[in-house]
């Protein structure tokens, strides 16, 4: 595999994931967080801060809007629900025992 058929294929594995995260828009932020210490504000964050290091300017709210496909402040409305208690306490564990 050369290094641009490499490239190629991480850049469709991540379209993917988009397209994935999108088609389940039922799955909260901090599900992902309590799960797989990610979220879609975690992958606007990595997206942005790799566009700046390659001098490319995108800013934290436009990396959002590749991430979730709108302005977040429309997807916010539309898809995100309260944490409830329950999900507060299981990522609030979960950030204690990683400082364990």
């Not at 995260?21 to 799960?35: S, T």
């Not at 490319?56 to 409830?84: C, F, G, N, V």
Request: aromatic share 8%.
């Amino acid at each position: 595999m050369t290094p641009t058929d490499k490239t190629n294929i991480e850049a469709a594995v991540f379209r993917r994931l988009l397209d994935h995260l999108d088609n389940h828009k039922e799955v909260q932020n901090i599900d992902l967080m309590i799960l797989a210490d990610f979220c879609r504000n975690c992958l606007a964050k990595w997206y942005s801060a790799e566009a700046s290091e390659r001098g490319i300017d995108i800013d934290y709210d436009k990396a959002r809007e590749i991430i979730y496909r709108m302005p977040y402040s429309d997807w916010k409305d539309k898809h995100q629900l309260p944490a409830t208690e329950e999900q507060m306490a299981q990522f609030e564990a979960k950030q204690k025992a990683k400082k364990s």
